[in-house]
């Protein structure tokens, strides 16, 4: 008598992402490309875009788009984008996973499409179906391998990977032989956060890159251990990921009728850490009713205990620290009423009353939103007068999470700022966003590729007068 072999459970997610894609599932994947759209760009103009043209410089010239460069060869294009989507931190995030999917899913399957010619409605499905890769991998890898592993990197090349496998339409085997190899690159430890640098862009940048070859080398016949998930030594046990096959099975054999999680994907609102998001949103609320911030003895701000190990950064100095401040994101938006991309600029860290502001937050583990977390991002907010006064704000679900949405048109209009502040005039952004959102109609990608390639030459100029700033200043 033999036993049979376990079913491998990189074929219960193949099969589970097999099921149809609908219209309202590729309008919500041409929103979130609208979305990246708006971030990479900006990315481009910041210090990393600078390291990125210098590392262009090694890497072979090739037919790929890429912002702001004249083109590279797909795994490069997609190294290049997937380290720009997060460099304000104004990238979509899963609540619950704590993953970013466009980080990685979208650069992916981007330069995979336009290599393989592929249709505006095979390049949307891709998208969430990568979408959806990155999420039930979050999910099932939970909060032990959070704790010590960047999830957007580590479950981000198996979604690029699961996005191009349906772009080259691989088989079943082959697409879990592509997650097989995926897994074998899964990589990105959170040091990054303690240290200087640009280690967490470059990680989901190798992410993106890495799930295009896997998904490459599968075509071309390389095989891979198809147990990566679950196998004795495989991904979830070597990152601390829980091994329960009853979760796991409930998570990746999804049922043909289950709504694509694409849909549960949060909107950023403000360039700050998630995290930090309840916090500014708590003081956007209070700053609404009036309060004169210079006259605020006292501030208590209750939240859960992953924001406070993310983001407990009482004297940034620099952006990305500013970014990841809980106490900065209260001061300004005490103060300013707003929270935009100045908020971390050397002048607003540097504002004395900002400053003085900050000195006066205690940060509390609050217990009702520790134990909400991940299910709910809350905070809650007390304030104490000079006069002896109080008052308060609570946030349960951030904006931009689903029970607090953004609207398209917010979600098109931040795309159309951080363009136009990426260098692009108003009218070239408005047909880009225009064109993206028209993909679920559309028969072909020639007029969005035509669009980014006129719109990367506006760019290139703006980034070239930004540099030349940067030089004489």
């Known amino acids: 008598m033999t036993t049979a072999t376990p079913t491998p459970w990189s074929e219960w997610l193949v099969a589970a992402l097999s099921r149809p894609v609908h219209g309202p599932d590729r309008e919500r994947a041409a929103l979130h490309l609208i979305d990246w759209m708006g971030c ?10 600078a390291v990125l043209q210098r590392w262009a410089q090694a890497q072979a010239p090739g037919p790929i788009w890429v912002c702001g460069h004249p083109g590279l060869q797909a795994a490069e294009a997609t190294r290049w984008h997937g380290a720009l989507g997060s460099c304000h931190e104004m990238d979509d995030v899963h609540r619950e996973a704590v993953v970013h999917p466009g980080d990685t899913v979208i650069p992916a399957a981007l330069a995979m499409a336009q290599r393989e010619n592929a249709s505006p409605e095979a390049l949307l499905d891709a998208v969430v179906v990568g979408y959806e890769t990155a999420i039930v991998l ?69 992410s993106a890159q890495a799930g295009l070859v896997a998904a490459d080398m599968a075509a071309a016949g390389v095989t891979g251990p198809l147990a990566i998930l679950e196998g004795p030594l495989g991904w979830l046990k070597a990152t601390g990921g829980h091994l329960d096959a009853a979760r796991a099975q409930a998570l990746l054999k999804t049922p043909a009728g289950h709504a694509w999680r694409v849909h549960e994907v949060s909107f950023k609102p403000w360039p700050a850490c998630r995290h930090v998001h309840p916090a500014i949103e708590c003081a956007l609320q209070l700053h609404a009713q009036g309060l004169d911030a210079d006259q605020i003895a006292s501030i208590r701000l209750e939240t859960y205990g992953v924001a406070l190990s993310f983001a407990d950064q009482p004297h940034p100095q620099t952006a990305l620290q500013g970014k990841f401040s809980l106490q900065h994101g209260v001061a300004w938006s005490l103060r300013d009423g707003g929270f935009g991309l100045e908020a971390t600029g050397p002048e607003a860290l540097a504002d004395p009353a900002c400053a003085a502001l900050r000195e006066r937050v205690t940060l509390v583990c609050g217990p009702v939103q520790d134990r909400a977390y991940p299910q709910s991002f809350g905070a809650r907010l007390h304030l104490q007068m000079v006069n002896g006064s109080h008052h308060s704000s609570e946030v349960v679900n951030v904006l931009g999470d689903p029970e607090n949405p953004l609207s398209p048109e917010q979600v098109r209009a931040k795309a159309a700022r951080l363009l136009q502040a990426s260098g692009w005039d108003a009218a070239q952004a408005e047909q880009l966003i225009g064109l993206i959102g028209a993909l679920p109609q559309a028969k072909a990608m020639g007029p969005l590729w035509e669009s980014l390639k006129a719109g990367r030459q506006s760019q290139n100029v703006s980034s070239a007068q930004a540099n030349e700033s940067k030089r004489s200043s």
């Not at 990479?40 to 875009?49: C, D, K």
């Not at 640098?197 to 190798?206: D, R």
């Open 138 to 206: 979050g999910l099932l890898s939970g909060p032990t391998h959070y704790a010590q592993w960047y999830s957007t990197a580590t479950t981000g090349v198996f979604a690029s990977a699961m996005a191009c496998a349906r772009l080259l339409k691989l088989d079943a085997t082959q697409t879990q032989h592509a997650l097989a190899l995926a897994g074998m690159q899964s990589a990105g430890v959170w040091q990054c956060r303690l240290e200087p640098g640009q280690a967490k862009q470059m990680a989901a940048g190798h």
């Open 40 to 49: 990479a760009h900006l990315g481009q103009t910041t210090e990393l875009g």
